[in-house]
């Protein structure tokens, strides 16, 4: 019996930073031209962490609906992505510049500009 493969990024530094520079403020039907959606079956918290990847380069991002309540980043809409190249949970996710950061840091919680922001 074969293992099966993990998924490989096909991409450059400059390919992942335009990724994560083109995400939405939240899942568009625009956006899942691009992006698949991964459906995690009996997922109770589906609603509140959606997880998808980009269709070409494979790269897998997980969007988090900010909760009314809550605080700092778990009230923002906010995405992260996984970095393909992990060794530890000291390189888990990117951070907006494509820069592999820890599992559960700020960086990794990369909240998209809105329409009409800088």
């Known amino acids: 019996m074969t293992k099966k493969k993990k998924y490989q990024f096909f991409g450059t530094l400059g390919?992942?930073?335009d990724l994560i520079k083109?995400?939405?403020?939240?899942?568009?039907q625009a956006f899942l031209q691009e992006w698949a959606e991964?459906?995690?079956?009996?997922?109770p918290l589906y609603?509140?962490?959606r997880e998808f990847y980009h269709k070409l380069t494979k790269l897998r991002a997980r969007f988090d609906l900010g909760q009314e309540g809550k605080?700092?980043?778990e009230a923002k809409d906010h995405w992260h992505i996984y970095n393909p190249f992990t060794k530890s949970k000291l390189d888990t996710y990117f951070d907006k510049d494509g820069n592999p950061v820890k599992d559960?840091?700020?960086p990794?919680?990369?909240i998209p500009k809105k329409d009409g922001d800088d």
């Open 71 to 73: 605080q700092g980043f």
């Open 38 to 43: 991964f459906v995690i079956e009996k997922n």
């Open 104 to 106: 559960g840091s700020d």
């Open 47 to 49: 609603f509140l962490h």
């Open 108 to 110: 990794s919680h990369i």
């Open 22 to 28: 083109s995400l939405p403020p939240a899942p568009t």
């Open 15 to 17: 390919d992942i930073v």
